[in-house]
């Protein structure tokens, strides 16, 4: 077991199935202090994807935690398709749960990430797992917010992978391009977790049995959503039964537990312009063939390889009763 020294962390989520996996994650990983929830549209409404969130962390006895609802839009104030064929109906694979005993927070997701910035001292990581338009708004409410920000780790992108929502654009940064584009100038310590590694680090079905075997209550809710995600897997985006782990493995490398094998600094922006490429990624990769000379202004780490470890670790962490 690593050392990890406790983080103050805020996740940022469009609580689907794979930020739902995050979320128990967080909540079950030693030395991580999960301070806010944040929710935003993307796999679902704003609204939805903060009671799943609620509902996650009552499973995982975290009725604590805050969790605020935020942007419904894009910055440019456009409806964002919902992705039910990929996280099922109300975005936790059609699964149903009782409705959760903790209510929301009343403030915008935005303005609880500017506050718990505040109140966590200059020590608050962010992990982000959706569309970035409340990291956006937050931005643009307090300028000064990277100051606050110890970290920033999105997930999101695609560099020399294919991408999700479009031949070149992944959901996270497709869903609002302008907001993505804002979070990259700003200047923070960014790392970014792009489709090239999350595609590699895969569940499969023998994973989510052993989840349903282990009976808790959040390795079977785990077990339950990875249902619905592991059949559109299937059909569409894998060659087995499995998934993906795109925001679990964002999660892995923002707390520490994950070391990227390559995660050279680039360049990054995003394509706003509304042809083809409409939120792609451009990671400065020219130095590819020199090991990745350092670029001396970038403030992205890009995570190109990690080592596929991960995935044995999180059902390992999901199966357990305490931290
Ligand atoms: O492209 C993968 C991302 O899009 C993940 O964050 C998933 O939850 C969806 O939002
Ligand atoms: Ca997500």
């Known amino acids: 077991m690593p050392d990890i020294s406790p983080r103050p962390l805020l996740m940022d989520c469009d609580t689907g199935i794979d930020d739902a996996v995050a979320l128990m994650y967080l909540c079950l990983t030693p030395g991580v202090d999960l301070l806010a ?89 962010i992990l982000a797992t959706a569309p970035l338009t409340n990291l956006a708004l937050a931005l643009r409410e307090e300028p000064r917010l990277p100051e606050l920000i110890r970290h920033v780790t999105v997930m999101g992108g695609a560099v020399h992978h294919p991408g999700n929502v479009s031949p070149v654009a992944e959901a996270n940064i497709g869903n609002d391009p302008e907001a993505a584009e804002l979070v990259f100038a700003a200047d923070w310590d960014l790392t970014l977790v792009p489709l090239d590694v999350t595609m590699r680090e895969n569940l499969t079905e023998a994973h989510r049995q052993r989840l349903l075997a282990a009976g808790t209550p959040v390795s079977t809710l785990a077990g339950e959503i990875l249902d619905f995600y592991f059949a559109f897997h299937e059909e569409v985006a894998l060659p087995f039964r499995g998934s993906a782990l795109h925001d679990p493995l964002a999660a892995g490398i923002a707390v520490g537990e994950v070391t990227p094998v390559s995660a050279p600094r680039l360049a990054v922006t995003v394509d706003t312009a509304d042809g083809a490429a409409r939120g792609a990624i451009v990671a400065d990769t020219r130095g590819m063939h020199r090991g990745y000379p350092e670029q001396p202004d970038a403030h992205t780490a890009v995570v190109l390889e990690t080592d596929g470890t991960f995935p044995e670790l999180l059902v390992e962490r999901l199966c357990r009763t305490t931290k």
Do not use: M
């Open 37 to 125: 929830v944040t929710t935003v549209a993307g796999n679902t409404s704003a609204a939805q994807a903060a009671r799943n969130s609620l509902q996650v962390l009552e499973a995982a006895g975290r009725t604590d935690i805050p969790v605020a609802a935020g942007a419904g839009t894009t910055l440019r104030g456009e409806s964002r398709p919902e992705a039910d064929h990929v996280h099922g109906k109300g975005g936790l694979g059609g699964v149903t749960r009782p409705a959760p005993s903790a209510a929301l927070d009343p403030r915008h997701a935005a303005r609880l990430i500017i506050d718990t910035a505040r109140e966590a001292g200059g020590e608050l990581d």
